[in-house]
């Protein structure tokens, strides 16, 4: 097992599975997209302050085919045309420096913005290393992006809490004082909005699979999963109504079981379109780059 797979698998169960189902061609560029971008995260999230602030400047003025594949000597395998655009990058890396100084985010369209920078952008990035050229198709990457981030919130608010982050928005929750969040109110009303993120996230989940299924045969089979598992991460939190603090839910291997199995029941027969996309879904990142504004 190559190391971006590695990597995959320790920090992206549900998608490394989802990968077991697309071609063997592909899954060396979607690896190294994720070492990459996984790699960058890490900067931020295990190093101090000041040493990922360094980092984060030096890529940002380095941002170049051959500059990044000497530093991150994974996307050797990318050919040049199929490189992630430095626009992507750059977005990438404006979503880590956010993490980097953190501030509770004002509305849900700012979360929106993040969910973007973090993740949206991956989307595009795997398009361009897939070489995935319609513009209409790349939309509906985005949207799962920004569903599966959600998702991650949703997931994960205890253990952004311990690294001071409260990603739900000030407008939702009120402004959170991490010293005080053993409030017994503050933390129903947290449990309640996390589902509000979920609610959200599943209108990006709809219009990112109306897409998957025109996608090439190669491709879409795993990216149609590894939207299902996802929203099964959803569905769960939202069944078990656990609070934050009771620990992450995640998916056993009998519920990923089961859910591979449902959704290739019910794939259908592969179509030839796509539906225009809601324009509406790209409205709070409307001056981000290659949405659908």
């Not at 929106?112 to 990035?125: D, E, F, I």
């Amino acid at each position: 097992m190559d190391n971006g797979s590695q990597i995959m698998k320790l920090n992206g169960k549900s998608f490394y599975w989802a990968t077991k189902f697309m071609d063997k061609k592909v899954l060396d560029s979607i690896y190294a997209i994720y070492e990459l971008c996984r790699k960058i995260d890490d900067m931020v999230d295990e190093q101090d302050a000041r040493k990922a602030k360094q980092d984060l400047e030096f890529l940002k003025k380095n941002i170049s085919i051959g500059k990044l594949k000497k530093q991150f000597p994974v996307l050797n395998i990318i050919n040049d045309n199929q490189f992630p655009q430095e626009k992507y990058i750059n977005e990438f890396i404006k979503g880590q420096e956010s993490d980097l100084e953190f501030k509770q985010p004002k509305s849900i369209n700012e979360l929106l913005k993040y969910c973007y920078r973090v993740a949206g952008v991956v989307g595009l990035m795997l398009c361009d290393a897939l070489e995935i050229k319609d513009k209409k198709l790349r939309y509906y990457a985005i949207d799962l992006g920004i569903a599966m981030q959600l998702t991650n919130i949703a997931r994960d608010i205890d253990e952004d809490l311990s690294k001071g982050r409260v990603y739900i928005p000030v407008n939702m929750v009120g402004k959170i004082d991490i010293e005080k969040i053993i409030d017994n109110e503050k933390e129903m009303k947290i449990n309640n909005k996390k589902l509000e993120l979920l609610n959200i996230a599943s209108k990006y989940f709809k219009s990112a699979n109306k897409a998957i299924e025109v996608l090439p045969s190669n491709i879409s089979k795993g990216f149609g999963l590894a939207s299902q598992l996802y929203e099964g991460i959803g569905k769960k939190i939202i069944k078990k109504s656990k609070s934050y603090k009771e620990g992450r839910i995640y998916l056993n291997i009998y519920e990923k079981l089961e859910i591979t199995i449902k959704y290739f029941m019910k794939i259908q027969t592969k179509k030839k379109y796509v539906i225009p996309h809601n324009k509406i879904l790209h409205f709070p990142i409307k001056t981000s780059p290659d949405v659908n504004a």
